[in-house]
């Protein structure tokens, strides 16, 4: 009797070792160039894994390809209107910024099938009306100078809005990056024309 108690205890120990899962195994996460890689379990792993871009991150990259494109139009009237040499190079500097910036973001788009859909130009902070524009087009000289300084100001603070919104609605850290990008850059743009604009 005691034999058959042991057999059955042994094979039991032999089916709970079978049906045991093995150790998963450790994954390698790659660093930057010239870093160290690290090595994480698969729990560690998932969780370092960036979550999905959500609606806020899809919205801000279509209203901001948007924006942008307002901001470029405005610029393309300087070479023929502004006055002052400063202001046409603030134009060129944001045109030659925001160009890229609306290649990066289109590739965004592409990238996680996000495509823009027809945004509502009056839903974005610091966007110009269509009859400031049309204002814009038809100033010349100093009047265009003023007009364009005033104009861009709003235009930038209104991008810097939206960015720091992002920042804390998003969850993808491109978005995040390319928002830190606007508040810096523009940021310098908006202070560089408040301190030209008494000038004029």
């Given amino acids: 009797m005691r034999s058959g108690v042991v057999v059955i205890v042994a094979a039991f120990a032999l089916l709970a070792g079978c049906t045991s899962e093995p150790d998963a195994a450790p994954i390698i996460a790659p660093d930057t160039p010239g870093g160290s890689a690290q090595t994480l379990s ?5 969780r370092a ?5 959500n609606d806020a991150d899809r919205k801000y990259v279509a209203m901001m390809i948007v924006h942008h494109e307002q ?31 609306i290649g990066a973001m289109k590739q965004w788009q ?7 859909g027809h ?19 038809a100033a010349r000289g100093k009047d265009f100078d003023r007009m364009f300084l005033e104009l ?5 603070e209104g991008a810097i809005t939206m960015a720091t919104d992002v920042k ?9 990056e390319m928002a ?21």
């Fill in 42 to 46: 698969p729990s560690d792993a998932s």
């Fill in 49 to 53: 894994i960036p979550p999905p871009p």
């Fill in 71 to 101: 901001a470029l139009a405005m610029t393309r009237f300087a070479p023929d209107r502004a006055e002052n040499a400063t202001v046409k190079g603030l134009a060129d500097r944001i045109r030659f910024s925001q160009e890229p910036e």
């Fill in 110 to 116: 592409r990238t996680f099938s996000a495509a823009g």
């Fill in 119 to 137: 945004e509502d130009h009056g839903s974005m902070p610091g966007m110009a009306t269509q009859d400031q524009l049309n204002a814009l087009g």
């Fill in 152 to 156: 861009m100001i709003k235009h930038h």
């Fill in 168 to 176: 804390g609605a998003g969850t993808n850290v491109q978005v995040e």
């Fill in 180 to 200: 830190d990008d606007v508040i810096a850059v523009q940021t310098d743009e908006i202070n560089r024309m408040k301190a030209l604009l008494p000038t004029l």
